[in-house]
């Protein structure tokens, strides 16, 4: 069935390191993939997202990298700083084109200053 | 602009009784989607509606139901709770099926 794999569940990094989350999808026909940014005691927040015409999207210090052939997706932060900490979800769209967000485990993300 | 507004913020509820939980969707949004979030299996997705119609139903119980209003605001109802529904209860507004915006959640425990 639809399933994505995130890694890692946990990231430790210095503040001002670059950290880097990995993704991958299991059905070629996904072609949207958003990642969100959840902090304790609130919903999921959208900090950048992607679709499948498009290799690679920045904004600011965060940029998504998509590789449609071997259906990974990856989120890169740079000059991390201690109010990046948070869980990190990546997610693909359902096939079909319906409006089911498959999620992935979620990335534990610790900056240290 | 406000954001998804999602009532209450806390419940906790008996075995065996039921639970209605509220959304409203960022103004000008028709698609709201419903997750729910737990340790064990993280986000999954429960139902969605558009114009006040379910589109699409997610791998859950027929005691989980929903539905929504003229007014986009939308509601899901939990009957017979069992202890495994404790959860966060995640609420989602779109305007075009992508960008979704969540709101912060209705944490459910149920004892």
């Known amino acids: 069935g639809e399933n994505v794999e995130q890694h890692p569940s946990t990231l430790s990094v210095q503040e001002g390191d670059s950290a880097v989350i990995k993704c991958t999808y299991s059905?070629?026909?996904?072609?949207?993939f958003p990642w969100y940014k959840q902090e304790l005691g609130k919903g999921p927040q959208l900090i950048i997202d992607?679709?499948?015409?498009?290799g690679e999207k920045k904004d600011q210090r965060i940029a998504v990298t998509l590789n449609k052939t071997a259906k990974h997706f990856s989120l890169h932060i740079t000059e991390t700083q201690p109010e990046d900490s948070a869980v990190y979800f990546c997610a693909a769209s359902s096939p079909f084109g319906t409006d089911k967000l498959i999620f992935g485990t979620g990335t534990r993300l610790q900056v240290f200053p | 602009k406000a954001g998804v507004t999602q009532t209450p913020r806390y419940l906790i509820k008996t075995r065996g009784q039921q639970v209605t939980l509220s959304c409203s969707p960022i103004s000008g949004h028709r698609s709201v989607s419903w997750y729910q979030q737990t340790p064990g299996q993280g986000l999954q997705f429960l139902f969605e509606y558009f114009s006040e119609t379910q589109r699409n139903k997610g791998n859950f119980p027929g005691r989980f139901s929903g539905r929504q209003f003229s007014n986009s605001r939308s509601e899901m109802n939990v009957s017979t709770l069992e202890l495994g529904d404790s959860a966060l209860y995640l609420c989602?507004?779109?305007?075009?099926?992508?960008?979704?915006?969540f709101g912060s959640g209705t944490r459910l425990t149920v004892v």
């Open positions: 989602a507004s779109s305007l075009d099926r992508v960008g979704y915006t």
């Open positions: 059905d070629s026909a996904s072609n949207y």
């Open positions: 992607i679709r499948s015409n498009v």
